[in-house]
């Protein structure tokens, strides 16, 4: 709707023979006083030459003044259709960004083989201290994401935060639960891996075939809780850019999310490179 | 920036944790558990008591080494995946076993030795060789005598009582530790929005901002390792001698199980698809 109305307006300022109820108050306002003025002179004309003259003066000069504003009005239209379709670019962009989050959650990082099961979980591009700072289950803690926006709006570095922290509240609070329902699924799986991998003291499965098939049951069940996980990691990203925040300041979200990300990756690299890895002394007490 | 020279001073004084766990796991693998299985083989259990001592100290020596390399960099020992292999990874939590993991293998004992007991009780008392045998075929690589798969049999009310306890203890415990994981993390994100993004994530508001949660990382893991080492202890403590031998053979066995070069290179060839049924 906002787009038809735009796009429409700059051409129809040229006819100076408009209906009334076509125009913007403004025009409006100044149609009334060239009648008004064309009213007067008609009723005028015996007056002096002078006088005549003073009053075409008058005449031109509103002419000349009305049409330097159409000018200014036809090309502050003109930047602000240019301004719009940037948005809808923009908008599209927006939209295309969370495609490829979608895609990067729930098709890219599932895997396929049962190597890839530690490679999603503790990925071995991201150092350490990045997955310290912010993973869970292998990429961004779901509510994380929501606390970041929560960040973000208590610096105003939103526009419009009325409401945001009561609303980032609650849906902090919700994806709390499906969180910890996700950690305890898990945590089930690690609690109870000693009864069922092929070299559990219980387990007869111990033969190279019947061995695999019992760790590819395991990792089977890993698997469905990745999925699940990856699956609430998109869910805060979408209710970030389409449920809470409004369009001016999803731009903004996307870009931070990016930035801060980024900047914690940099951050973990340097004090990898400067803390190196965990060490102990090398003759430490006791038996070891 | 570090010295040039720090790398060969660290050299000299300190090896890192990766180094440690290797010889923790060679002595683990190589010398205490096939002593513990000698005795355990030996007719007359030379040694037994004082060998299960040696393992037990094996292990909460490694907690005391988890705790200790801890403060020199937290997130290395949470996220091994550099010294951890990828069987071992999905099965890590707060960086090491599950502490729900030992009584549920105290608990599989008890269940297997006296769902057993109810299937023998038709033919024997439980005591003679044939109901070793039964047992013996999910045990087979044990090789030990045979009054010791039934070792788990009618525990005692107050071993039941003790076990019971130290579950309530941890299903107290861990959702803390979870939750306070969490609540770090949180701090992170949020102090991180706060102070950095205006400054466009310099490295020093960044370092400021994980410094203080990274302290409560540090606080988690220790306090996870307790609770890992606290349940060894606590399981051993109640146990005769042939119940916590059973107990720390099967837990080592468990750890060199996911170090078996064998089954390893299978893993790694492996092209199975997972969820091939869903």
């Given at each position: 709707m906002?787009?038809?109305?735009?796009?429409?307006?700059?051409s129809s300022?040229?006819d100076?023979?408009?209906?009334?109820?076509?125009?913007?108050?403004?025009?409006e306002?100044?149609?009334e006083l060239?009648?008004?003025?064309?009213?007067?002179?008609?009723?005028?004309?015996?007056?002096?030459?002078?006088k005549?003259?003073?009053?075409?003066?008058?005449e031109?000069?509103?002419?000349?003044?009305?049409?330097?504003w159409?000018e200014?009005?036809k090309?502050?239209?003109?930047?602000?259709?240019?301004?719009?379709k940037?948005?809808w670019?923009l908008?599209?962009?927006i939209?295309?960004q969370?495609?490829?989050?979608h895609?990067?959650?729930?098709?890219?990082m599932i895997?396929?083989?049962?190597?890839?099961?530690?490679?999603?979980?503790m990925p071995?591009?991201a150092?350490?201290?990045?997955?310290t700072?912010?993973?869970?289950l292998?990429?961004?803690r779901?509510?994380?994401?929501?606390?970041?926006?929560?960040?973000l709006?208590?610096?105003?570095?939103?526009?419009?935060t009325?409401?945001v922290d009561?609303?980032l509240?609650?849906l902090?609070?919700?994806?709390?639960?499906?969180?910890?329902?996700?950690d305890?699924?898990?945590?089930?799986?690690?609690?109870t891996?000693?009864?069922?991998l092929?070299?559990?003291?219980?387990?007869c499965?111990?033969?190279g075939?019947a061995?695999?098939?019992?760790?590819?049951?395991?990792?089977n069940k890993i698997?469905?809780?990745?999925?699940?996980?990856q699956q609430?990691?998109?869910?805060?990203l979408?209710l970030?850019?389409?449920?809470?925040l409004n369009?001016?300041d999803?731009p903004?979200?996307?870009?931070?999310?990016?930035?801060v990300?980024?900047a914690?990756?940099?951050?973990?690299e340097?004090?990898?490179?400067?803390?190196g890895?965990?060490?102990?002394?090398?003759?430490p007490s006791?038996s070891i | 920036?570090?010295?040039p020279?720090?790398?060969?001073?660290?050299?000299?004084?300190t090896?890192?944790f990766?180094?440690?766990?290797a010889?923790?796991?060679?002595?683990?693998?190589?010398?205490?558990l096939?002593?513990?299985?000698?005795s355990?083989?030996?007719p007359?259990?030379t040694l037994?008591s004082?060998?299960?001592?040696?393992?037990?100290?094996?292990f909460l020596?490694?907690?005391?080494s988890?705790d200790l390399a801890?403060?020199?960099?937290?997130?290395?020992?949470?996220?091994?995946s550099?010294?951890?292999?990828p069987l071992?990874i999905?099965?890590l939590?707060?960086?090491?076993?599950?502490?729900?993991?030992?009584t549920n293998?105290?608990?599989s004992?008890?269940?297997?030795?006296n769902?057993?007991?109810?299937?023998?009780d038709?033919?024997?008392?439980?005591?003679?060789?044939?109901?070793?045998?039964?047992?013996?075929?999910?045990?087979?690589?044990l090789?030990?005598?045979w009054?010791?798969?039934?070792?788990w049999k009618?525990p005692?009310?107050?071993?039941?009582t003790r076990i019971?306890?130290?579950e309530?203890?941890l299903?107290?415990?861990?959702?803390?530790?979870?939750s306070?994981?969490?609540?770090?993390q949180?701090?992170?994100m949020?102090?991180?929005?706060e102070?950095?993004?205006?400054?466009?994530?310099k490295?020093?508001?960044?370092?400021?901002?994980?410094?203080?949660?990274?302290e409560?990382?540090?606080?988690v893991?220790?306090?996870?390792?307790r609770?890992r080492?606290?349940?060894?202890?606590?399981?051993?403590?109640?146990?005769?001698?042939?119940?916590?031998?059973?107990?720390?053979?099967?837990?080592?066995?468990f750890?060199?199980?996911f170090?078996?070069?064998i089954?390893?290179a299978?893993?790694?060839?492996?092209?199975?698809?997972?969820?091939r049924f869903?």
């Amino acid at each position: 709707m906002k787009r038809m109305m735009m796009s429409s307006s700059p051409s129809s300022y040229c006819d100076q023979e408009i209906e009334h109820g076509e125009r913007e108050e403004d025009e409006e306002m100044v149609d009334e006083l060239v009648r008004r003025q064309d009213g007067i002179a008609e009723r005028l004309q015996c007056m002096t030459f002078y006088k005549r003259e003073t009053n075409k003066r008058s005449e031109e000069l509103s002419w000349d003044k009305y049409g330097l504003w159409r000018e200014e009005q036809k090309s502050r239209a003109a930047r602000i259709e240019k301004q719009l379709k940037a948005r809808w670019e923009l908008e599209e962009l927006i939209e295309e960004q969370l495609n490829r989050f979608h895609a990067h959650y729930n098709q890219a990082m599932i895997p396929t083989r049962l190597k890839d099961v530690a490679e999603v979980l503790m990925p071995k591009w991201a150092p350490p201290q990045e997955l310290t700072i912010m993973s869970w289950l292998g990429d961004w803690r779901p509510s994380a994401i929501l606390e970041l926006l929560r960040g973000l709006a208590r610096s105003s570095s939103l526009s419009d935060t009325t409401g945001v922290d009561q609303l980032l509240a609650q849906l902090i609070h919700e994806i709390h639960i499906e969180e910890t329902v996700i950690d305890e699924e898990m945590a089930e799986i690690q609690a109870t891996c000693i009864l069922h991998l092929p070299f559990s003291p219980l387990n007869c499965n111990r033969s190279g075939g019947a061995a695999l098939r019992s760790i590819q049951a395991e990792f089977n069940k890993i698997k469905r809780v990745i999925i699940k996980a990856q699956q609430l990691r998109y869910k805060a990203l979408e209710l970030v850019v389409k449920k809470i925040l409004n369009q001016t300041d999803v731009p903004e979200f996307l870009v931070a999310f990016a930035g801060v990300q980024d900047a914690i990756h940099q951050f973990a690299e340097q004090q990898r490179l400067q803390k190196g890895v965990a060490t102990l002394p090398l003759k430490p007490s006791g038996s070891i | 920036m570090p010295s040039p020279f720090s790398l060969f001073r660290k050299k000299s004084t300190t090896r890192t944790f990766k180094d440690f766990y290797a010889e923790w796991f060679d002595t683990l693998k190589n010398n205490l558990l096939p002593l513990l299985r000698q005795s355990l083989s030996s007719p007359l259990h030379t040694l037994i008591s004082f060998r299960i001592d040696l393992l037990l100290q094996h292990f909460l020596s490694y907690y005391d080494s988890l705790d200790l390399a801890a403060s020199s960099d937290v997130s290395y020992l949470l996220f091994p995946s550099s010294w951890r292999n990828p069987l071992e990874i999905p099965f890590l939590f707060l960086g090491d076993l599950h502490p729900y993991l030992f009584t549920n293998l105290l608990r599989s004992f008890i269940d297997e030795a006296n769902n057993r007991r109810d299937e023998d009780d038709g033919e024997t008392d439980g005591f003679l060789p044939s109901g070793r045998n039964q047992i013996g075929q999910n045990l087979e690589f044990l090789d030990k005598p045979w009054q010791f798969p039934v070792a788990w049999k009618n525990p005692s009310k107050s071993m039941i009582t003790r076990i019971e306890q130290i579950e309530c203890g941890l299903r107290l415990m861990v959702p803390g530790l979870v939750s306070r994981v969490r609540k770090a993390q949180a701090a992170i994100m949020g102090k991180i929005a706060e102070d950095c993004v205006s400054c466009e994530g310099k490295k020093k508001e960044i370092d400021e901002a994980v410094k203080e949660e990274m302290e409560e990382m540090v606080a988690v893991f220790l306090d996870a390792n307790r609770l890992r080492r606290t349940v060894i202890s606590e399981i051993i403590d109640p146990t005769n001698v042939y119940q916590g031998a059973l107990f720390l053979e099967a837990l080592s066995q468990f750890l060199v199980g996911f170090r078996d070069p064998i089954l390893l290179a299978e893993f790694e060839r492996c092209n199975m698809p997972i969820l091939r049924f869903c």
